[in-house]
């Protein structure tokens, strides 16, 4: 649930890259003012995600950069960090120059299987357009759910809605946010080992690239202190970790809450961290942050239906049925509620009922059943050892 594995640059990555090019920079080339975005209108706002939408899916950096008012996107870094009027034009500039906006959100959108708007929300008085990706885990190709609140701005030069700012919802921050936190971390080590840092992180990135995680998340351990326990970071580990195993994956988790406990901005992986310590409560209570930050999704009723299964209280069954019949009703194009459906019928050993809902899920979605696999699976043992399943596998047989 809401796993993201970084295949490109993490936007830790990106912020220390940011500042390395922005300590290069010798003179304010821009001579723009540092405020450049106009208000947008909802209908502005509507029609912008269309073509962001197509850029983004499958992601094009190129073209998707026409997209991102890179300097703006600079300036709200700058707002972050603590600098001298002097030297925040120079920085804008440097950071501006390494065009990370776009680089950034396609690393959050790589492998997506489906992109849409889900809904443009009010935030501040402003149109947020808040985005539905649906990736596969790289570990157990199950279905994952991520969201992203964009800030749009028109921008000063030629009055074009472009994206000034964007937030991974849930399990992540805002860009800003992570490259300042970024350039900090760098500031902090010095010209000599910042350099031998972004040394670092490319080799990371390139053991990715080869498969090797285990080796990727043992030359991210190796980094300094301080760009270690950065947040973005921290993040960009889980998704490495999760590649190497599933206990690779639990203590990077386990290490993230413990450096960021109960921080909303990192919802999601909250939700499977819960849920590895048993704790379906909490991650009952992270989905609902989840849904609030996002207007409310029907993927996220499903999630509550497959938690209230795995909880077992009196009642639970009955409730994940509501949530799960709730997400159908309001998505019936998405699998995950049917999937939903059909665990809380295996869950009541309504197999006529569990054996309806896998026909759908074929005729929907192209959904597989094997009986070889089926009768394999723990999971299935009621339903392969019933009469019903064996006049259903007769039947598709011929």
Not at 13 to 25: D, I, K, N, T, V
Not at 137 to 144: G, I, L, N, P
Not at 353 to 369: H, I, Q, V, Y
């Amino acid at each position: 649930m809401g796993r993201v594995v970084a295949r490109r640059w993490s936007v830790a990555a990106l912020a220390l890259l940011s500042a390395l090019g922005a300590g290069c920079a010798r003179r304010d080339r821009g001579r723009r003012p540092l405020f450049v975005t106009g208000p947008v209108s909802m209908a502005e706002a509507t029609g912008f995600v269309a073509r962001y939408v197509e850029a983004v899916h499958p992601c094009d950096p190129a073209r998707l950069d026409e997209l991102v008012d890179e300097h703006a996107l600079a300036v709200a870094v700058v707002g972050r960090l603590h600098l001298r009027p002097a030297q925040e034009r120079v920085t804008v500039a440097g950071i501006a120059d390494q065009r990370q906006g776009a680089s950034v959100l396609c690393s959050w959108d790589a492998a997506v299987e489906r992109y849409e708007l889900l809904r443009v929300i009010e935030v501040d008085g402003e149109p947020r357009p808040v985005l539905r990706r649906i990736q596969r885990s790289a570990r157990s190709h199950v279905a994952m759910v991520g969201y992203e609140q964009l800030r749009l701005g028109a921008s000063l030069d030629d009055h074009q809605v472009r994206i000034v700012d964007a937030r991974n919802i849930g399990g992540g921050d805002w860009i800003s946010a992570s490259l300042a936190a970024g350039s900090s971390a760098l500031t902090s080590l010095g010209p000599r080992q910042g350099l031998a840092v972004n040394g670092q992180l490319t080799r990371v990135q390139g053991l990715m690239g080869e498969g090797k995680a285990a080796e990727a998340l043992a030359e991210l351990d190796a980094l300094p202190e301080p760009i270690r326990s950065a947040k973005s970071l921290q993040v960009w580990r889980v998704g490495i970790a999760e590649a190497v195993s599933a206990e690779a994956y639990a203590a990077a988790l386990d290490q993230l809450h413990a450096a960021f406990p109960d921080d909303p901005s990192l919802a999601m992986f909250e939700v499977d961290g819960a849920l590895l310590r048993g704790d379906h409560d909490g991650a009952l209570a992270r989905v609902d942050d989840i849904d609030r930050a996002i207007g409310g999704d029907p993927w996220q009723d499903a999630i509550r239906a497959e938690i209230y299964l795995q909880r077992g209280r009196p009642g639970d069954v009955d409730l994940a049925a509501a949530r799960a019949e709730a997400a159908v009703a309001a998505a019936p194009d998405l699998a995950k509620g049917w999937w939903a459906r059909a665990d809380v019928a295996m869950a009541r050993q309504r197999w006529t009922d569990t054996l309806a809902t896998m026909d759908e899920l074929s005729r929907r979605f192209g959904a597989r059943f094997d009986d070889a696999t089926l009768r394999a699976s723990p999971v299935y043992a009621g339903l392969v050892a019933s009469p019903e399943y064996a006049a259903w596998i007769a039947a598709r047989s011929r």
